[in-house]
Each structure stands twice: as structure tokens, then as C-alpha cells.
């Protein structure tokens, strides 16, 4: 099992930058796919982002490719996702997720564990 914080949200100008992070608790970090999901007022939770637990592949949901970056540092059982070119319609509560040992996934199904979410919310 493991526990997953979010951390890094916070209030930036359209076209600004901001980087989440999600630190994970114990000792298989290493073996989960990692996912970021964000959800907007009203509306359903959306796939942002995913990382195999190698690092060695990442999937990025049409809306924020080539502007978002997700990595991670499975020394320090962390995720990041790096937001730039932030725009409004990116304002939403951003949850990072985990799965053991499973391929990349983009549906929220696809994921047992869950942060509790930190709010992202850009300015135009």
C-alpha cells in the first residue's frame, strides 16, 4: 500500500509555471505506475498525465502536451508535474494516483491509490 501528498498548487498568472509534487510512502514507490488527474467545478475528473514506474515512458492527455511535463525521482518517491504555459482552463484541483505494477492508464478506474489533491488556479 501506499500514501500519496500532494503539494506545489497555488494561484499564477496565465502563461506562468508551477510544479506539483506528489511524495509517496513506502518502500515500492519504484513499482507503481504513476498518474496525474485533475478536476474542474462541475466537472468530471480528467487524465492529465501518467509515468511508468521506470520513468522510461510518460502519456500526456491532448490539452496539456508540450506544455506539461510529468517525471520522477523513485530515489526520493516522488512524482512532479511540471505546468508551464499555464492557462485558465487549466484551473482545477490536480490529484496524483498510483497503480502496482500496471501499464500506463488513462482512466481513473485504472488507479487504487489517491492524494487528496491540491488546487491549481490560474489567472487570466
Known amino acids: 500500500q501506499v500514501q500519496l501528498v500532494e503539494s506545489g498548487g497555488g494561484l499564477v498568472q496565465a502563461g506562468g509555471s508551477l510544479r506539483l509534487s506528489c511524495a509517496a510512502s513506502g518502500r515500492t514507490f519504484s513499482t507503481y505506475t504513476m498518474g496525474w488527474f485533475r478536476q474542474a467545478p462541475g466537472k468530471e475528473r480528467e487524465f492529465v498525465g501518467a509515468i511508468n514506474w521506470r520513468g522510461a515512458s510518460t502519456r500526456y492527455a491532448d490539452s496539456v502536451k508540450g506544455r506539461f511535463t510529468i517525471s520522477r525521482d523513485n530515489a526520493k518517491n516522488t512524482v512532479y508535474l511540471q505546468m508551464n504555459m499555464l492557462k485558465p482552463e487549466d484551473t482545477a484541483v490536480y490529484y496524483c494516483?498510483?497503480?502496482?505494477?500496471?501499464?500506463?492508464?488513462?482512466?481513473?478506474?485504472?488507479?487504487?491509490?489517491w492524494g487528496q489533491g491540491t488546487q491549481v488556479t490560474v489567472s487570466s
Open positions: 494516483a498510483g497503480n502496482h505494477l500496471s501499464p500506463l492508464t488513462t482512466v481513473v478506474g485504472g488507479y487504487d491509490y
